[in-house]
């Protein structure tokens, strides 16, 4: 159950970290897979692998053109959502461009999809959404006031898709990723994740730059979690389970400071010096949720999603990719 084959799916972003991942799963089970991309943070090696295949097809372009959504969505069965300007720092330095692309790239999907009677729509949203909610597990029908204008963006994507499927009766699924990491995961530039950016600067032996003390803490989540969640949202009959959101996490926290002491102890193998690499604490960031910890119990009893990696295990399958792809920038 929840395996997507033999149909016509369209992946936005997928030349991102997660959106490639997803095609690569989606290609192995026999779909015919349309990446749409406009590569500003797609990377054309992420999809390298893919070019040649028979059942891939590129389209380089950009959801906010309502062109190229059209075209992207031409006789596709599911439409799988990625294409988005990630980073709560990006959005605070520049909100214009997270609005355009997150709000009006996600209102041009929506319209597309609806004219052209795509039957089910996947959209990656945001564990940004509970903002300031101090409860714990986040449990999707509590949330707070949005701290960024990311979170905003992400909120109103929500808003729209609710309204999208009342009014014109699409089938429409939100899943709010958390913290997600793996292979394929940029480490370069000002807003790179956490996990890679920490993994690169321990393979360069430079000391990793934790914001605050440490003690905030992640529900960090292996992509291959989030592409089981994206399959069974994309797949699944119960309309109850249609039409609303969910969590894809682990529902496990694990803090900065733990997640360092991880990374080391892996990396150290391949090079034992890492142990020794000091960390260093910077002050805390704008717009930074202290704590997140997702409920994942919607998730199971709806979609029967079922997390197969925990962080250490995540991260030791990642591991790899990381020493590999990474070293190399690094040397």
């Not at 898709?161 to 370069?188: C, H, I, T, W």
């Not at 956490?194 to 989540?221: C, H, M, Q, W, Y």
Request: overall charge negative; aromatic content about 8%; glycine content about 8%.
């Amino acid at each position: 159950m929840g395996i997507v084959s033999n149909k016509n799916v369209l992946v936005t972003g997928g030349a991102g970290f997660i959106g490639s991942n997803i095609i690569e799963k989606l290609l192995e089970q026999e779909n015919k897979v349309t990446c749409l991309d406009n590569f500003s943070t797609g990377k054309h090696e992420n999809i390298e692998s893919f070019i040649n295949h028979p059942d891939f097809t590129l389209i380089e372009g950009d959801i906010r053109n309502i062109d190229d959504c059209r075209k992207a969505v031409k006789e596709k069965e599911i439409v799988l959502h990625q294409a988005a300007l990630g980073s709560v720092p990006r959005s605070i330095n520049d909100p214009i461009t997270t609005n355009d692309v997150n709000v009006g790239g996600f209102l041009n999907m929506l319209v597309a999809a609806r004219d052209e009677g795509v039957k089910r729509l996947v959209y990656a949203a945001s564990s940004s959404t509970y903002g300031d909610s101090e409860a714990m597990p986040k449990v999707e029908d509590r949330i707070g006031k949005p701290l960024s204008p990311y979170a905003i963006t992400k909120y109103v994507d929500e808003l729209y898709a609710d309204v999208f499927s009342k009014l014109y009766n699409m089938e429409l699924v939100g899943l709010r990723y958390f913290n997600v990491f793996g292979p394929r995961q940029d480490p370069n530039g000002a807003y790179a994740a956490v996990i890679p950016k920490f993994v690169s600067a321990l393979i360069a032996g430079e000391s990793p730059l934790i914001n605050g003390d440490g003690s905030f803490s992640r529900d960090f989540t292996y992509v291959k979690n989030v592409v089981q969640a994206n399959e069974l949202a994309a797949t699944v009959k119960d309309s109850q389970a249609i039409n609303t959101v969910y969590n894809v996490a682990c529902g496990e926290r694990t803090s900065l400071n733990e997640l360092v002491d991880h990374l080391k102890s892996l990396l150290s193998k391949y090079d034992q010096s890492i142990a020794e690499v000091e960390i260093k604490y910077g002050p805390e960031r704008q717009g930074d949720v202290p704590h997140s910890l997702a409920s994942i119990e919607k998730g199971k009893k709806l979609l029967g999603y079922d997390p197969k990696y925990k962080v250490g295990n995540g991260l030791k399958e990642a591991i790899h990719w990381y020493w590999t792809n990474l070293s190399v920038s690094a040397g």
